[in-house]
């Protein structure tokens, strides 16, 4: 599976959209862009994925740009209880899910 | 629905000792299920995939005779550590696959500490 970069950390201000950016410039055809978050100790949350097309979920949009070797998660308004890291995860099918470090985004009031 | 249990949340143990972590798909039947281990300010690493009915298929680095897994039925797998040590003090997670799903949904956590 393809490996993803992601900035260590982000802040964002409460009530304000989260943009938090991938890059995947290895991503092969057949593989998807996963997101999901972890809240501190919790198990990961599903958040959205997507192969080509933009998606938009109750949680969030991803933005997957035409030659598919980026993305960005959307959170449209931010509240405290985002707080968590997110990772970012390149994968084919049901195949295992890696885990890179992830960006720690820190919704601020 | 995709609601993926633990249990237990969190045990402690003597050195030595054996201790079993059960991992559950409380709403949808999983042929494939995963177990992660994660230390404090580090990310999820995976440990070993388990099919329903077969072997688990371990990564590299993990001991299978340490780390037993059994993934006796399509909503359940159990990860047993045998004779635990300090070092294996950790918050491990599993995740399961909806039979030809995509996405992984994972279980809240269980927080192991070894004295």
């Known amino acids: 599976d393809a490996k993803t970069t992601q900035p260590p950390s982000m802040d964002c201000a409460e009530g304000r959209a989260a943009n938090l950016p991938c890059n995947h410039s290895?991503?092969?055809?057949?593989?998807?862009v996963y997101w999901y978050r972890q809240i501190h100790s919790q198990g990961p949350q599903y958040i959205i994925h997507?192969?080509?097309n933009n998606e938009t979920n109750e949680m969030a949009s991803l933005i997957i740009t035409e030659d598919r070797k980026s993305s960005t998660l959307i959170l449209p308004h931010a509240t405290l209880r985002d707080t968590a890291v997110y990772y970012c995860?390149?994968?084919?099918?049901?195949?295992?899910?890696?885990f890179g470090a992830g960006t720690r985004l820190t919704v601020k009031p | 629905g995709a609601v993926v249990s633990q249990h237990p949340s969190w045990v402690i143990c003597k050195s030595g000792t054996s201790v079993k972590i059960e991992c559950r798909s409380l709403?949808?039947?999983?042929?494939?299920m995963f177990w992660y281990r994660q230390f404090p300010k580090q990310s999820l690493m995976l440990m070993a995939t388990?099919?329903?009915?077969?072997?688990?298929?371990?990564e590299q680095g993990v001991e299978k005779d340490k780390f037993l897994i059994n993934h006796a039925s399509l909503t359940l797998s159990t990860l047993t550590v045998t004779s635990a040590h300090p070092e294996d003090s950790s918050f491990y997670i599993c995740?399961?696959?909806?039979?030809?799903?995509?996405?992984?949904?994972f279980g809240p956590g269980t927080r192991l500490l070894v004295l």
């Open positions: 995740s399961a696959t909806l039979a030809g799903g995509e996405t992984q949904y």
């Open positions: 290895t991503i092969s055809g057949n593989e998807y």
């Open positions: 997507g192969l080509k």
């Open positions: 995860i390149v994968r084919v099918g049901d195949n295992d899910m890696r």
């Open positions: 709403d949808f039947q999983a042929t494939t």
């Open positions: 388990s099919n329903e009915g077969s072997k688990a298929t371990y």
